[in-house]
């Protein structure tokens, strides 16, 4: 492990990213001993005026001792604000950034006493637009200086651009400042415990290597449903729309490691290579396999435009051309103001070659792994009915991590990956060719979306979306709903 001086920086400080999920996860991180405070100092920078107490008094409300805390609540909650400091100035000025160096180099002089190098994280916690200049303001002023070593690393979140020429646009002017290996492009979904397990599911079990293709398997479903709106965010949301928000790339990631080729080695090059081709092998999308939706309501909000058509939601079918995945239709389905806040991923075999039993009718083996709330794994098999007549029922097995890991912590999927970043670990990230084939995917219809050419159906909040997704579901993919 490295030693030396650890400073990580999250600019954009007093947004709601920063509150609610960076500062918790190194919180938590804190917490279990991941940042030493002889190492550490946390820097908030952001454009407001304020002190070092008032940013601290600001996130303290966020923070909540985890269950494996050895500190008392409020003593760890103030031993850790007081790592932080805060540096204000805007996001493209020379004075603010300088200013960040000096006080990132005074840092750096106390804790390393010249026997360590010294690494430098920059958390981008802004929106997009802000990326380039304030990546040209790190690179220009506060990159790592030390003769001992050490790194500069930027971690940057979601939107990346609009549709595939932005997002191009952003990563090459980025690029000409950072090297690949120096960028962490964050989709939080990948720090999800059961969406890491997935490799370790398909290649460390034997049972699933010989049943994970088109002989077998019907169809998959990848699914996120939220049981609330747009919450005040929509303006922001307006812009984007569910595919942007979450298909092209939450449920993009999961459909990767679910349907991507065994990597040569777990090296993190050698797993994105295969998620790259596997995301390279994906057909143009058919207009007649993505049905769009908008909740009633969703144009209450004052920042959204009153003739949006901005989709809430959405069922899009992605089809595989290669030799595991011809014909088996991948469906990919996301949306807010539904009837749960879920999300779910589901393997439906094929029926049974010569049905003896006469049983198909109760439903297929079914394979579910739930990614969130409550982590589980259950697979539907059909059974014999306990007692003396030969009938059959659908039954599960089961194994839902809280009842089989009882007492062990599932990490946020934030504390995992920011831990990632300090330790240069880029397998959970994305690359920028993986970006690029998603956009690819994604780009004609966003931009026949963003030109009215499809219309979004309304639908009532709390339910499970617009009824003619389930009928394009059974009508293009086969898929019969056998759960609520
Ligand atoms: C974010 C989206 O990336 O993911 C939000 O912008 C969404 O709209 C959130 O609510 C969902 O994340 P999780 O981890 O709660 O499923």
Partial sequence: TETGSLSIVVLGASGDLAKKKTFPALFHLYGQGFLPPNEVCIFGYARTKITDNEL???LRGYLVPGKNSSLEQSEEVSKFLHLIKYVSGSYDSKDGFCNLDKEISEHESLKSSAQGSS????YLALPPTVYPSVCKMIKTYCMNKSDLGGWTRIV???????DLESAEQLSTEIGELFEEPQIYRIDHYLGKELVQNMLV???ANRLFMPQWNRDNIANVQIVFREDFGTEGRGGYFDQYGIIRDIIQNHLLQVFCLVAMEKPVSLKPEHIRDEKVKVLESVLPIKDDEVVLGQYEGYRDDATVPDHSNTPTFATVILRVHNERWEGVPFIL??????????????????DVPGDIFKCQKQ?????????QPSEAMYMKLTVKKPGLEMETIQSELDLSYRQRYQGATIPEAYERLILDTIRGDQQHFVRRDELKASWEIFTPLLHRIDKGEFKSIPYKPGTRGPAE???????????????G
């Avoid at 940057?156 to 609009?162: A, D, I, L, R, Y």
């Avoid at 997704?469 to 759960?483: M, R």
């Fill in 119 to 122: 690494r430098r994280l920059f």
């Fill in 156 to 162: 940057v979140e979601k939107p990346f651009g609009k």
């Fill in 363 to 371: 439903g297929r083996n079914e394979f579910v792994i739930r990614l």
């Fill in 333 to 350: 389905k996301a949306g807010k103001a539904l009837n749960a806040r879920k999300a779910d991923i589901r393997v439906q075999f094929k």
């Fill in 56 to 58: 601290r008094d600001r």
């Fill in 201 to 203: 599911l398909r290649f």
């Fill in 469 to 483: 997704a389930d009928k394009v579901l059974l009508e293009k993919a086969g898929y019969v709903q056998t759960h």
